[in-house]
């Protein structure tokens, strides 16, 4: 069935340093979201990307949508101690569905 | 406001027993789900509705069911509780326009 991998699955960064987490789908996707869990939380609607090769910013955080539409990836500048959490992509395989298809998660934890 | 509620927010129950969990949500949602939460496993949807009196398996459904008697809610029934079934659950609604997934605040179940 549909699967969406997420690298890495943990990540330890000094802070200031720039993160980035990566999702390949193994099929292409309609749209791709993004969550955020803060530890002992759960998770937050981050964006979401649905054109093929599309980039948006949010502050700090960059989010790109392959052109091929089977990955996705998040990256972080500079991050600061409350960017900590575990960051979800999640894949919606067929246009019009609802459901969705998360990632294994990255843990990024940060060295003040 | 409009929120998602679950409850009980911590359970601890014996194998064999037959536990209910809770969902309620008042953003007026058509579409509701359930995700278990495992190390190493992300968010693994356990059964979701997109309306009144509709359900639907999702990747790991074995032992669980739910059903849908009205807008706001969706318990998640364990017909008989097993080891294997100590998580974290997840609780989530969406709308068909934008997609984005509200989550609960999560139930903490541990079967002994």
């Known amino acids: 069935g549909q699967q969406v991998m997420q690298i890495p699955q943990y990540q330890h960064v000094q802070e200031g340093e720039d993160f980035t987490t990566y999702c390949n789908s193994s099929?292409?996707?309609?749209?791709i979201q993004w969550y955020k869990q803060r530890p002992g939380g759960h998770p937050v609607f981050l964006i979401q990307?649905?054109?093929?090769?599309e980039v948006k910013k949010q502050k700090r955080l960059t989010f790109q949508f392959g052109e091929a539409k089977k990955n996705s990836s998040l990256h972080i500048t500079a991050t600061q101690t409350t960017d900590v959490g575990t960051y979800f992509c999640?894949?919606?395989?067929?246009?019009?569905?609802?459901?969705?298809?998360f990632g294994q998660g990255t843990r990024l934890t940060i060295n003040p | 406001d409009a929120e998602i509620t679950q409850s009980p927010r911590h359970k601890i129950t014996e194998t064999g027993r037959q536990v209910t969990l809770a969902c309620h949500q008042t953003?007026?949602?058509?579409?509701m789900f359930w995700y278990r939460q495992d190390l190493g496993h992300g968010l693994r949807l356990i059964h979701y509705?997109?309306?009144?009196?509709?359900?639907n398996k999702g990747e790991v459904s074995d032992g669980y069911s739910v059903s849908r008697s009205n807008t706001e809610d969706l318990p998640l029934t364990l017909e008989s509780a097993a080891s294997s079934q100590t998580s974290v659950y997840f609780c989530?609604?969406?709308?068909?326009?934008?997609?984005?997934?509200?989550f609960g605040p999560g139930t903490r179940l541990t079967v002994l």
């Open positions: 989530a609604s969406s709308d068909h326009t934008y997609n984005e997934q509200f």
């Open positions: 099929t292409t996707l309609s749209n």
């Open positions: 990307l649905v054109k093929s090769g």
């Open positions: 999640a894949g919606n395989p067929i246009q019009g569905a609802q459901k969705l298809v």
């Open positions: 953003w007026n949602h058509n579409n």
């Open positions: 509705s997109y309306g009144v009196h509709d359900t």
